[in-house]
């Protein structure tokens, strides 16, 4: 039996990683394992015929006071995507962008709020919604909670503001067209986007978990890639992990920061709900669409729940010369080519129809499900000897996971 570290880690994603940096940092001999051969679990970034291409169309935030905790965010040079998105509808494309971040768009947002897009009623509903959460956010986690669906039909908000920008604009950022999501937690997260500057490193989304890999390694810990755990065993004073071709790691505790749909394959905890994206990524040439805003199709005509010009905000995403599209699904839409070529052609004009098909994510497991009271026990110690940690402890993002991994590193040291 090779030697007993104080901790192993299971998963090398963003909640393992920060939770083996604390860790570490606390004196502790870490050791952290992941069956991929690279870092940072549904945060990855792929170098396909000089593109970038994430794992599916994600964004990080500076506005999480957590991603703050875990790294400088000037050391992942965030391109920040303009606050707002182009609404397609009726023939008509229309603006909707924040007006102190965008005061250039101000005409064009009054010219679509205009058109019949905003309804008095549903602007009165939208800000009784939004309201709470922008001056007292902490009442709002802390207060009732329903299905955002049924919040919005309780105050009023049932027009064309929420059936042609919010509903098809929070379908791609929840993963959920079905309005069973927390509402508070919906609420929180419009929130940080209305007051953050949210974007993505210049060297795509991975750049965050190498970054935090870094610094988990400075301080110490131990990262073996391609080590796969294929079962677990408490044994007295130590936790054995075993490994599939390589020998048994033991260690006096485990942290399980798997994703959750391979949790129970290691603790005795049910496989929490998780939602599933598709992306397919489009190269173009140097005549692309200009706007760098996220378009949502107000008509809901096709599988597609959002899109943008990747390159136009992060240029490095494509090579020179050329421009990456993202298009989003949901993966049980049954989205095929011609669908999502037929919908990019309504979104962005006739020039969509050449556009060279990079790859398509489908991505099963992309965001647990997060159906309401936001805050439900999730603790992370289960036993004297192990630990758990990942978003589906916590919230469906990038803050939800460093969260968890900094919970999981104070059950480990408390």
């Not at 994603?13 to 570490?24: K, S």
């Not at 971040?101 to 509903?125: E, F, K, Y």
């Amino acid at each position: 039996m090779a030697s007993l570290h104080d901790v192993v880690v299971i998963g090398a994603g963003l909640a393992g990683l920060r939770c083996a940096t604390l860790l570490a940092q606390a004196g502790r001999d870490v050791v952290v394992l992941d069956a991929a051969d690279e870092v940072g679990g549904r945060q990855r970034t792929d170098r396909v015929d000089g593109f970038l291409l994430d794992r599916g169309f994600q964004v990080v935030n500076p506005r999480y006071d957590a991603l703050a905790r875990a790294v400088d965010p000037a050391d992942l040079d965030l391109r920040a995507f303009p606050v707002g998105v182009r609404v397609v509808r009726g023939g008509r494309s229309d603006v909707f962008a924040h007006p102190l971040r965008h005061p250039a768009l101000l005409p064009a947002t009054l010219a679509g709020a205009l058109s019949g897009l905003v309804t008095a009623r549903d602007l009165v509903a939208a800000l009784r919604w939004l309201g709470p959460a922008l001056v007292g956010p902490a009442s709002v986690a802390a207060g009732p909670d329903a299905t955002l669906h049924d919040t919005w039909d309780r105050l009023g908000l049932t027009g064309p503001l929420r059936w042609s920008v919010l509903e098809p604009f929070l379908t791609g950022v929840l993963a959920d067209d079905g309005g069973a999501t927390s509402s508070a937690y919906a609420t929180l997260l419009v929130r940080l986007f209305a007051l953050g500057t949210p974007g993505v490193p210049a060297a795509g989304v991975g750049a965050l978990p190498r970054r935090v890999a870094d610094l988990a390694r400075k301080a110490g810990a131990d990262i073996r890639l391609e080590h796969a755990a294929t079962g677990m065993d408490v044994r007295g004073d130590r936790v054995e992990v075993a490994l599939r071709g390589a020998e048994v790691i033991a260690a006096r505790e485990a942290v399980v920061a798997v994703g959750g749909e391979a949790l129970r394959e290691l603790v005795d905890l049910p496989t929490p709900p998780m939602r599933g994206l598709q992306t397919w990524w489009f190269g173009t040439d140097a005549g692309a669409p200009a706007s760098a805003l996220l378009v949502v199709d107000g008509d809901r005509s096709g599988p597609i729940v959002n899109s943008v010009v990747m390159s136009r905000t992060a240029p490095a995403y494509a090579p020179p010369g050329r421009h990456l599209v993202a298009a989003s699904c949901l993966l049980d839409s049954g989205a095929d080519e011609r669908a999502v070529r037929g919908q990019l052609e309504r979104l962005w004009g006739g020039a969509a129809r050449g556009w060279e098909l990079l790859r398509r994510d489908d991505i099963a497991h992309a965001l647990p499900a997060l159906p309401p009271p936001l805050r439900h026990p999730s603790p992370a110690r289960l036993s004297e000897r192990l630990v758990v940690a990942g978003d589906h402890r916590e919230t469906p993002s990038i803050a939800g996971a460093l969260v968890s991994g900094e919970r999981a590193a104070r059950a480990v040291l408390g």
